[in-house]
């Protein structure tokens, strides 16, 4: 399995109150991404990270923020949390490219079930 | 439209059984198609790629068809252990390794 951790793992917090998800890896991947996992939409691309300081938008953005000081870590930052961001959210990376095919693989974190009152 | 749609399901098949899904995606530009797999309340994980002229993998064999836009997955024999959602992703060429994600299909194997 990919060396990736994602902390906390369950989380329960009030609308209005800032949370911070921690991704951390330890395959020394560049790229690296935040989803959320809602029933009815699937996984959806929140941010995603291409190399240090290197960020950018993805699907549903909005009341979202992310941080890359370092390789092996990507933050996700709710601002001010909301009910609609009761969700699980996945972190994940990119392996190494296969230089014959130009195949890029995800691979995931187990994920954080966040919970907004 | 969504840009990737599977198979509503669920499947609900006997142990031993074959069964395929099928997924479509509407970019015609998409580069890279995978299978994931996710077992419930748990990550999803790669199961296969899926390479222009098809692969194998054991028990499990992945289709691309470029002309009419779908990929396919079939399992034979299936196993009490293959009961999951299988999640059919699509890369966009262009798109720096963003994975789009059909909502997947539900696979029951029972005994």
Redesign the interface.
């Known amino acids: 399995d990919a060396g990736i951790t994602q902390s906390p793992r369950h989380k329960v917090t009030e609308t209005g109150t800032p949370v911070t998800l921690r991704c951390h890896q330890t395959e020394n991947h560049r790229?690296m991404?935040w989803y959320r996992q809602d029933p009815?939409?699937?996984?959806?691309?929140i941010h995603?990270s291409?190399g240090v300081k290197d960020t950018?938008k993805?699907e549903v953005s909005d009341g979202y923020s992310v941080s890359r000081s370092k390789t092996e870590d990507f933050l996700l930052t709710l601002e001010s949390a909301t009910s609609s961001q009761t969700s699980v959210y996945?972190c994940a990376i990119?392996s190494s490219p296969v230089r014959t095919?130009?195949?890029?693989?995800?691979?995931?974190?187990?994920?954080t079930r966040l919970t907004v009152t | 439209r969504k840009e990737v749609e599977q198979d509503p399901g669920p499947f609900n098949v006997p142990e031993g059984a074959t069964v395929a899904f099928n997924c479509t995606y509407s970019n015609s530009a998409s580069q890279s198609f995978f299978w994931y797999r996710q077992d419930c309340r748990k990550e999803p994980k790669l199961l296969m790629s899926v390479y222009s002229s098809g692969n194998e993998d054991g028990r499990f064999t992945a289709q691309l068809n470029r002309a009419s836009q779908y990929i396919s997955l079939l399992i034979r024999d299936s196993k009490l252990s293959d009961s999951a959602t299988y999640l059919c992703v699509v890369i966009l060429s262009g798109s720096a390794r963003q994975l789009t994600f059909g909502s997947g299909t539900q696979l029951t194997v029972l005994p």
């Open positions: 790229y991404y009815g939409h699937g996984l959806r691309l995603y291409y950018d993805g996945f990119s095919s130009g195949i890029y693989e995800q691979y995931f974190g187990p994920g």
